[in-house]
């Protein structure tokens, strides 16, 4: 009986405690419960957000031309929402929807773009891909180190050295070189960046913009990319060949697409020029900065309705690349002290394996071609890290 009693009295103990514990537990429980509700409900926000958007972009998408398949469409709905987020990073105070829409009509560009390739195609691409092949400026840096026997190993950032050598060893030049050698001094060398002692940001911030059609721009931008695709093999010859070719082809692409010559300034060398008249090889009639790499960079920068720079090679800046790119815009490739040492002009894009890894493709003249049936050379296959400017030529 007694063992009854005490066994009762522990008992009521053990459940007067538990009761005195029990709302604590019971609360603390309910407080993490509805954090995690919370939180689910801020993430189906979010998806259908995201969900709504897509679907904005199918919908303008399909009705922008009705040769557009669904299926087709959907398959570029990552696209869209790496475009708008890069976007939305990029334009912080650009409404909503015109982030949707601008997002849209940039992935309407990029379906135009595409190129695809079989395996066997893949496969040929990589077996030709021929790295070592000089870009630009990097053709003079191989002259001065095999015919001029420097005593410095000459590169492309060792532009005051190769200037140096290359006037003090001219009566040693061959005549073909000595053409891209001429260039290569007027348009690396440092007097011509002083402009006759003359501020250079506040004179190309004095350029004159042609007027804005929004109408024309992506007709113009095409005709840029169907120029490219004509002439990349076979020199159009109603223009002179200054030998180091690079910026003369993006010019003339340019210029295809209705880019306007500028002729402002009589000094030849002053990067608001841009401009060439006739086929003789007269550098009195073609500006620095339609012929030459580094004022060609010096042109755009300050004429293009903006600019981005990207280190190609580097962990998700081809990405990025890919998520701006639209067709025309021109490209430029820089050394460490910003200098420009060659020109190329967007033209295409693709994806590649099992992961549709995003890729950009360009033409260029003096430089490497990996699709020698297209002429388009991709920015996937580059060696090492490379960093390259684009400007944004046409308002796409």
């Known amino acids: 009986m007694l063992k009854n009693k005490m066994f009762a009295t522990c008992l009521g103990i053990i459940i007067s405690a538990a009761t005195i514990m029990l709302p604590i537990d019971v609360f603390a429980k309910t407080d993490n419960i509805t954090v995690d509700k919370n939180e689910n409900l801020q993430l189906e926000d979010g998806r259908l957000e995201l969900q709504n958007k897509v679907d904005k972009f199918m919908e303008t998408a399909l009705a922008s031309d009705s040769s557009l398949d669904k299926e087709a469409v959907s398959e570029f709905s990552s696209d869209f ?42 496969a040929e691409l990589d077996r030709k891909c021929n790295n070592n092949e000089p870009d630009g400026y990097e053709s003079i840096a191989i002259y001065i180190n095999e015919y001029l026997n420097p005593d410095y190993v000459a590169t492309i950032n060792t532009t005051e050295k190769n200037i140096e050598i290359l006037k003090k060893c001219w009566d040693e030049l061959s005549e073909d070189m000595k053409i891209g ?14 402009m006759e002692s003359i501020d250079i940001e506040s004179k190309l911030n004095n350029i004159k913009f042609e007027p804005f059609l929004s109408n024309k721009e992506k007709e113009n931008s095409l005709k840029a990319v169907a120029y490219s695709e004509k002439y990349w093999k076979n020199y159009n010859k109603n223009y002179p060949d200054w030998g180091l070719d690079c910026a003369n082809f993006v010019s003339q692409c ?7 010559m500028k002729n402002v300034v009589s000094y030849i060398s002053d990067p608001r020029n841009w401009f060439s008249y006739g086929s003789k090889l007269d550098d009195k009639k073609v500006s620095s900065s339609w012929r030459g790499a580094n004022m060609f960079k010096e042109h755009w920068t300050s004429r293009s309705y903006e600019y981005k720079d990207f280190e190609i090679g580097k962990k998700g800046e081809l990405e990025k690349l890919y998520d701006y790119a639209k067709h ?27 992961n549709k890894n995003k890729d950009v493709g360009v033409r260029n003249h003096s430089g490497r071609v990996d699709d020698d049936k297209k002429g388009i050379r991709w920015l996937s296959k580059e060696a090492g890290t490379i960093r390259i400017r684009v400007y944004k030529a046409y308002d796409l």
Request: charged share 30%.
């Open 81 to 122: 929402l790496d475009v708008y987020k890069l976007y939305k990073e990029m334009y912080v105070d650009m409404p909503e929807e015109e982030l949707i829409e601008r997002a849209t009509d940039n992935v309407l560009c990029k379906m135009e773009m595409m190129v695809y390739y079989t395996e066997e195609e893949e």
């Open 181 to 194: 050698a001429a260039l290569y001094i007027e348009d690396m060398g440092s007097s011509n960046t002083m």
């Open 254 to 260: 340019l210029y295809a697409g209705k880019k306007v």
């Open 328 to 354: 025309g815009y021109p490209i430029s490739f820089l050394n460490p002290d910003n200098s420009a040492y060659h020109t190329l002009i967007i033209t295409n894009l693709r994806k590649t394996g099992k």
